[in-house]
């Protein structure tokens, strides 16, 4: 073992243990690491900066656009509306209803705005029927990550993977290909969520301020609003003595929630997180004025905060949306490919021209466009790329593929696909997916390598399991996001979380080499 693949593990653990322990943002903290890298000779300043101009990096910040022009449409808030029953019926009916199709819009469209909007509308709705919101939530958050896994652009990991695979020289994926796999795996994990989430997840729990903040409400003309925090908030890592949130946004804090914990006593010395939900009491200004704003993910239980465009708007987001996704489909086809050879029809060329149109259309505000787009992601994206590639350049990734290839030697590349989803996981889990796979993928490719068998079921298996964020709330943000606004503990994601982590294990196992040969 030479000093610069000591070096890299040192810097690696030391980058997990920063994004564990939540010391800055994910993209600032594999930047950092990027830089020592550059500093030690392992990546050169070409190397650095190459993730930045990848395919799969740009594609992902122009599908952030469009999934902001189909939200402002005010389609997706038309969709679930529709799919919720107006009558008395049961959990399961209701899921019946409502989960696979929103595993087919999260296909399609970011899952972050799919959960967003989705969620208040469905608690709402759960209020009226009397049905506790707790059995819609998780389930909600879950089925747009199983969507996400079956098509390209499903999940931005995805999109990752698929350009760490053309950066090393094979063949990327098509549209619907990781479909092969992901439409079982997202079948058989609704199917398991009708099944069993109605007895593994709790019924409403008690709202600590609720009697006394709907009292009060009552009394002053306001209404209750549960606020998310977003990365934006000016108050992260402040406290409420610190920082002046009435005086900042004309609402009072009544509660924090963080980690199915509700705070009521003691709340001004309590340091704001990203995630937190405030329970506020706000007077009628209040959603329309943050509704927009990136500083919270979501405000919920206030009036609807989706859109309400025209029909016409409405129309022709899903158009555009259609558009896209044939277009890319049509695109990589054999028979295009020979009609258009000196153009590349894939992805990227039909997610920019329908981010140019709805500019232009003005879908989403076009002078705010750069508000819309996640930076912190689209860093973190770039910058796995770097971190990947110095992986690869100090003979570290062939090393650790050297060590799990002497730990299932005899078992074959079945156990070593195991072994990589495991490793996968395991790091989805605890810090970003986008990491996850970053640190994945070379550790991958030299394992297919060393073996002499084809790389491609090892890079199917981390798009798998990079996404299959389902035993944390910190795995994937959209259970942070139902975390707070359903109120639960940590332990209920792993009750209902880990079964399916380990569904998604065993169905991935067997079916990505029917489909993929070694």
Request: charged share 15%; glycine share 8%; proline share 5%.
């Amino acid at each position: 073992m030479n000093f610069e693949v000591i070096f890299v593990l040192l810097v690696l653990i030391g980058m997990v243990a920063a994004l564990v322990l939540d010391k800055m943002r994910p993209g600032m903290v594999l930047f950092s690491v990027v830089v020592i890298f550059l500093c030690a000779g392992i990546l050169s300043p070409k190397e650095m900066i190459e993730g930045f101009s990848n395919k799969g990096m740009i594609t992902v910040a122009m599908l952030f656009l469009v999934s902001e022009g189909v939200r402002q449409s005010g389609a997706l808030g038309q969709v679930i509306k529709k799919l919720l029953p107006t009558k008395k019926t049961t959990v399961f009916k209701a899921q019946a209803r409502m989960l696979p199709t929103i595993a087919v819009i999260s296909a399609f469209l970011n899952n972050t705005p799919v959960v967003v909007i989705f969620a208040p509308i469905i608690k709402r709705w759960a209020k009226k029927v009397n049905l506790p919101a707790t059995k819609f939530l998780i389930p909600l958050s879950y089925a747009t990550i199983l969507g996400g896994i079956c098509t390209l652009i499903g999940t931005s990991t995805n999109l990752v993977v698929h350009g760490m695979v053309l950066e090393a020289g094979y063949e990327g994926f098509t549209m619907f290909e990781l479909g092969k796999v992901g439409i079982f795996i997202a079948i058989t994990g609704i199917a398991y969520l009708f099944l069993f989430s109605s007895k593994l997840l709790p019924d409403s729990r008690a709202d600590v301020a609720g009697a006394e903040v709907e009292e009060e409400a009552e009394v002053e003309h306001l209404h209750r609003v549960e606020a998310v925090l977003g990365p934006r908030f000016p108050g992260i890592k402040r406290t409420l003595k610190t920082f002046d949130f009435k005086r900042h946004y004309g609402a009072e804090v009544k509660e924090i929630r963080r980690g199915g914990r509700s705070i009521v006593t003691g709340m001004d010395e309590v340091e704001l997180r990203e995630g937190d939900t405030l329970v506020l009491l706000a007077d009628s200004s209040f959603i329309p004025t943050w509704g927009e704003s990136s500083v919270f993910i979501m405000l919920a239980n206030g009036s609807d905060v989706d859109p309400s465009a025209g029909k016409k708007k409405r129309w022709f987001a899903l158009v555009l949306l259609i558009f896209m996704i044939v277009g890319a489909t049509v695109g990589e086809l054999p028979v295009t490919k020979e009609a258009f050879p000196n153009l590349k029809l894939d992805m990227f060329f039909f997610v920019s021209i329908t981010t140019v149109l709805m500019a232009w259309t003005k879908l989403f505000p076009p002078k705010k466009y750069t508000k819309y787009i996640s930076w912190d992601i689209l860093i973190t994206i770039a910058c796995a790329f770097a971190i990947s590639k110095a992986m690869e350049n100090s003979g570290f990734a062939a090393l650790v593929a050297k060590y799990i290839i002497g730990l299932a030697d005899n078992y074959g590349p079945y156990a070593l696909l195991a072994v990589v989803f495991i490793i996968t996981n395991l790091f989805t889990e605890l810090i970003t997916n986008n990491a996850a796979a970053a640190l994945a993928f070379p550790v991958a490719l030299s394992v297919a390598d060393q073996l002499g068998v084809s790389p491609t079921p090892f890079f199917v298996v981390i798009c798998m399991a990079a996404s299959a964020s389902f035993s944390t709330p910190i795995g994937y943000q959209t259970n942070l996001i139902v975390q707070g606004i359903g109120n639960y503990k940590f332990t209920d994601f792993v009750k209902i979380g880990l079964p399916l982590n380990i569904i998604v294990f065993l169905l991935s196992i067997f079916l990505i080499p029917l489909f993929w040969k070694f």
